[in-house]
């Protein structure tokens, strides 16, 4: 029997099941339908390449939930980057201690890192999102943000040499902090 034959006969069963749920999920047809080729695909690849689960009920419908909660995610952000630049409601002082730290931090770390250590720690990208975003791969946003923290957590052992002058970026990194919009903090690339 060929991986097909065996996949369809694995999953059939609860097909039925599986389209009311991601329906149930979705709350459109048209979600739903994304959501349910979304699943049985993913299902198919782990079918493919890593041993069956025994309990295939669950397991497609715990493909299926995760899926949603990351096309919910997704959406949010999408919907947050697309709203116009609103008008500047922080304070001056606000605006000072922002701009102070993301000097500080950029006298001592690379465009790169900054930009992937904001959108991680302070917008709360998934490591996935930061990835796709930056165009890099998932074990490098873990490698610059290990590298990042360790330095901040030995901050205190940097000397700053001569005071560089301030990069441009700055600004706009601290535009994205105060506006609480992380399509700035990307610029051209967002």
Same mark, same amino acid.
């Given at each position: 029997?060929?991986?097909?034959?065996?996949?369809?006969?694995?999953?059939?069963?609860?097909?039925?099941?599986?389209?009311?749920?991601?329906?149930?999920?979705?709350?459109?047809?048209?979600?739903? $339908?994304?959501?349910?080729?979304?699943?049985?695909?993913? #299902?198919?690849?782990?079918?493919? %390449?890593?041993?069956?689960?025994?309990?295939? %009920?669950?397991?497609?419908?715990?493909? #299926?939930?995760?899926?949603?909660?990351?096309?919910? &995610? %997704?959406?949010?952000? %999408?919907?947050?980057?697309?709203?116009?630049?609103? $008008?500047?409601?922080? /304070?001056?002082?606000?605006?000072? $201690?922002?701009?102070?730290?993301?000097?500080?931090? #950029?006298?001592?770390?690379?465009?790169?890192?900054?930009?992937?250590?904001?959108?991680? &720690?302070?917008?709360?990208? /998934?490591?996935?999102?930061?990835?796709?975003?930056? *165009?890099? /791969?998932?074990?490098?946003?873990?490698?610059?943000?290990?590298?990042? &923290?360790?330095?901040?957590?030995?901050?205190?052992?940097?000397?700053?040499?001569?005071?560089?002058?301030? &990069?441009?970026?700055?600004?706009?990194?601290?535009?994205?902090?105060?506006? *609480?919009?992380?399509?700035?903090?990307?610029? *051209?690339?967002?």
């Amino acid at each position: 029997m060929d991986a097909s034959s065996a996949y369809e006969a694995w999953v059939n069963p609860h097909m039925l099941e599986l389209e009311k749920y991601c329906s149930y999920l979705a709350g459109s047809k048209w979600d739903a $339908e994304d959501l349910l080729q979304d699943t049985l695909l993913k #299902a198919f690849v782990y079918f493919v %390449k890593v041993e069956p689960e025994a309990n295939m %009920k669950a397991f497609v419908f715990r493909i #299926a939930r995760n899926l949603w909660i990351d096309e919910c &995610r %997704k959406r949010r952000r %999408k919907r947050t980057a697309l709203l116009e630049m609103p $008008e500047a409601v922080y /304070t001056d002082s606000d605006y000072a $201690e922002i701009r102070g730290s993301l000097e500080w931090l #950029a006298e001592r770390f690379s465009q790169r890192s900054i930009e992937m250590w904001l959108l991680a &720690r302070y917008f709360g990208y /998934t490591l996935q999102e930061v990835a796709d975003t930056m *165009d890099v /791969t998932v074990p490098t946003v873990k490698s610059v943000l290990f590298r990042t &923290r360790a330095m901040l957590r030995q901050r205190r052992e940097l000397q700053a040499c001569q005071s560089p002058p301030i &990069r441009q970026e700055v600004e706009r990194w601290s535009r994205a902090v105060l506006l *609480d919009l992380p399509c700035c903090l990307l610029g *051209d690339r967002g």
